[in-house]
């Protein structure tokens, strides 16, 4: 699963690229959201998970906890108890980084919850129908770990943090918490934060 020791220490290039792809994705998502609106294209694709059966809703209300802020230092603790220090740091610079950038977002765009902005919008369980929705938290946050933990794993392992990902983000489309662009956007900011992480520690070889 993971490098029997963290070796030579490499800032790839991939690093980079992946930032400026995610920074390519948050702008084009914030550019259409900014106007505190959904559009028909992307309330459709709302419409069609968030109407899903019921049936989902209590696999789906446990699935968003894997996104929530205390990821980030559950990461770090395993790591150092592998001892990839490295990856320990990066963790805590991704759960840092969540913090500080989301917030500059919403200097920008100020977009409410789908239970606001989308009529008929069916909002699950304990979800705030208030509150600015674009970019999603939890999506930011998974997606940075997915990409600071991946060099540490090989094989079929690499994909698991991209199921987490992808079971997070239906699962806040689902609950009714974002609209679609609300998470896409988190996606590419997470990518940003993982990136610079990476850049800022190093990952092995």
Known sequence: MTHPTDGRILRRR??????????????????VARDGTVGVLEQRAFEAINGLTEALS?????????????????VAVVALV?????????????????????RVVW??????????????????????????SF????????????????PYLRGAWCMAPWLVVGLVVFARVYLGAHAP?????????????GGIANLIVGVPE
């Open 82 to 102: 592998l001892r990839r220090r490295r990856l320990a740091m990066a963790a805590v610079i991704v759960t840092i980084g969540k913090l500080l950038v989301e």
């Open 181 to 193: 662009l609300d998470v896409l956007g988190g996606f590419g900011l997470g990518l940003v934060v």
């Open 58 to 74: 209590p696999l789906m209300r446990s699935a968003q906890l894997l996104g929530v802020l205390a990821a980030g230092p559950i």
């Open 135 to 150: 970019v999603s938290g939890h999506v930011v946050l998974l997606v940075g770990l997915a990409w600071v933990v991946l």
């Open 107 to 132: 200097q920008f765009v100020e977009r409410s919850r789908p239970g606001t902005t989308i009529a008929g919008a069916i909002v699950r369980g304990d979800t705030p129908t208030i509150g600015l």
């Open 14 to 31: 991939q690093d980079a690229i992946a930032a400026g792809v995610g920074l390519a994705i948050l702008i084009a998502c914030g550019l």
